[in-house]
């Protein structure tokens, strides 16, 4: 019995110390992106990325939970804008524009329930299009969990990422010029 909780405490402290060795061999920084071609000009879809009036016709999360709390603050569109939620499926947060160059770039600041990240939608012409890419960037610092989680985030994130990209064209698309 004793060569059973010798060997269970040899085992314990073996992960732990993985956990934690490991945990410090992971890069402290998460990189997600996706990226769509949208037949519309860079200033339609900016107007959309920089306001949160119609974030739930596109979001990917809106319809996991339609009836989640959303509050709006702010201004109605640009830097300062906010979007507020919470629900049993999508869990509570925020975003805000922290930065907004028309017809370029829309940067969120992110926070997942005290979980920082940032958002960030780049568009660039192409042809009488945009190409839209939407990239998530997150720092975990010295949090071991958070740089373990890391290594699975492009594949919790990433499919939600090109569900929204393909709804925001959708949208876009079907919208009158």
């Given at each position: 019995m004793k060569a059973l909780l010798k060997g269970l405490l040899y085992l314990v402290v073996l992960l732990?110390?993985?956990f934690v060795v490991g945990g410090f061999l992971l890069p402290d920084k998460t990189h997600v992106e996706r990226s769509i071609a949208i037949d519309r000009p860079p200033g339609e879809v900016h107007a959309m990325l920089d306001s949160y009036?119609?974030?739930?016709?596109?979001?990917?999360?809106?319809?996991?939970?339609?009836t989640a709390k959303y509050v709006y603050s702010g201004p109605e569109s640009g830097v300062g804008a906010s979007l507020a939620w919470e629900g049993a499926k999508v869990g509570k947060g925020s975003q805000r524009i922290a930065e907004s160059v028309p017809q370029q770039k829309v940067v969120n600041a992110l926070d997942f329930d005290g979980t920082?990240?940032?958002?960030t939608f780049d568009l660039k012409a192409e042809g009488d299009g945009t190409r839209v890419t939407w990239s998530?960037?997150?720092?975990?610092?010295?949090?071991l969990v958070s740089r373990w989680f890391g290594l699975v985030l492009d594949k919790m994130v990433g499919k939600d990422y090109d569900k929204g990209l393909a709804k925001l064209?959708?949208?876009?698309?079907e919208q009158p010029r």
């Amino acid at each position: 019995m004793k060569a059973l909780l010798k060997g269970l405490l040899y085992l314990v402290v073996l992960l732990a110390l993985v956990f934690v060795v490991g945990g410090f061999l992971l890069p402290d920084k998460t990189h997600v992106e996706r990226s769509i071609a949208i037949d519309r000009p860079p200033g339609e879809v900016h107007a959309m990325l920089d306001s949160y009036k119609r974030f739930n016709e596109w979001s990917p999360w809106y319809e996991l939970e339609p009836t989640a709390k959303y509050v709006y603050s702010g201004p109605e569109s640009g830097v300062g804008a906010s979007l507020a939620w919470e629900g049993a499926k999508v869990g509570k947060g925020s975003q805000r524009i922290a930065e907004s160059v028309p017809q370029q770039k829309v940067v969120n600041a992110l926070d997942f329930d005290g979980t920082q990240a940032v958002g960030t939608f780049d568009l660039k012409a192409e042809g009488d299009g945009t190409r839209v890419t939407w990239s998530l960037d997150s720092a975990h610092g010295n949090n071991l969990v958070s740089r373990w989680f890391g290594l699975v985030l492009d594949k919790m994130v990433g499919k939600d990422y090109d569900k929204g990209l393909a709804k925001l064209k959708r949208v876009l698309e079907e919208q009158p010029r």
